[in-house]
């Protein structure tokens, strides 16, 4: 089904993994259109409540393969395509109704730095090697870095990330809040269990709502956001009885019953 990655869902978390170690797991065309894929299928799928993405071999995603760039420089509407294409798939990744977890294995610059960074969680080796690296080249980031860093780290370490080209440890990336924790990489698969063990049992209209009301702050002022956490709220309770069943559950001692 997949040309570039695996794809297996267990026990309600869909795995992913970059199975192109050769070009330490670059994204191509056909590794854009594997996304696409992936993304249609966890979105359809409403057993899955989690996604987790990592790399195989040395390499997490090191950005566009260099076979696609030696095309795209000497075209830049095709360039333009590209990237818009990649940009749209890191949207759909980033609004998916289930936790969305980065498990960064290796190193990671350009577009797959830039994958991370769509995640709503990233859990990274002590090992991994990541960074921005576009203006080493001369080379611009196009898919999202300059406008999710700085809302992610602030925009004097964004700055830093980007306009010095500076490459960061694991350990480095989990200090500034880029990751959600490092830990050594024989334990990355252990540290990536223990959040999306968390989400196994959550539902997806709970996970959905959530992101949405989160995401809001990016471009909502407090009261403007605060309406709209309220807005959503209202509609959520009003719909589903998710939230009911709950606390009903909670004053009985029992599990939700959800299901």
């Not at 259109?33 to 997490?60: C, K, M, P, Y």
């Not at 289930?98 to 797959?112: D, E, T």
């Not at 989160?214 to 719909?239: K, N, P, Q, S, W």
Request: proline share 3%; net charge negative.
């Amino acid at each position: 089904m997949f040309d570039t990655l695996t794809f297996e869902v267990r026990d309600r978390v869909a795995y992913v993994q970059f199975t192109t170690p050769q070009t330490l797991n670059s994204i191509s065309e056909q590794r854009i259109a594997d996304l696409e894929d992936v993304v249609a299928a966890v979105g359809a799928d409403v057993n899955i409540r989690a996604l987790t993405f990592t790399g195989s071999g040395r390499a997490f995603c090191v950005g566009l393969d260099l076979g696609l760039l030696e095309r795209a420089f000497y075209d830049i509407p095709y360039f333009e395509r590209t990237i818009r294409r990649l940009q749209k798939v890191l949207f759909e990744l980033e609004d998916l109704p289930v936790a969305v977890v980065a498990a960064v294995n290796g190193l990671a610059r350009a577009g797959g730095f830039e994958m991370l960074l769509a995640a709503d969680f990233v859990v990274i080796a002590d090992e991994a090697k990541i960074g921005d690296a576009h203006a080493h080249l001369g080379v611009l980031p196009g898919a999202g870095c300059s406008q999710r860093l700085p809302r992610r780290v602030g925009e004097q370490r964004a700055k830093e990330l980007i306009l010095l080209a500076r490459w960061i440890t694991g350990q480095e990336a989990a200090a500034m809040g880029l990751a959600l924790r490092s830990v050594p990489l024989a334990e990355l698969p252990v540290a990536v269990e223990a959040i999306v063990a968390e989400m196994r049992h959550r539902p997806r209209e709970t996970t959905r709502a959530l992101k949405r009301e989160i995401h809001a702050a990016r471009h909502l002022d407090l009261r403007a956001g605060v309406e709209f956490e309220t807005t959503t709220f209202v509609e959520y309770m009003t719909r589903l009885s998710i939230g009911r069943e709950g606390y009903e559950a909670s004053l009985a001692g029992r599990d939700p019953n959800w299901w």
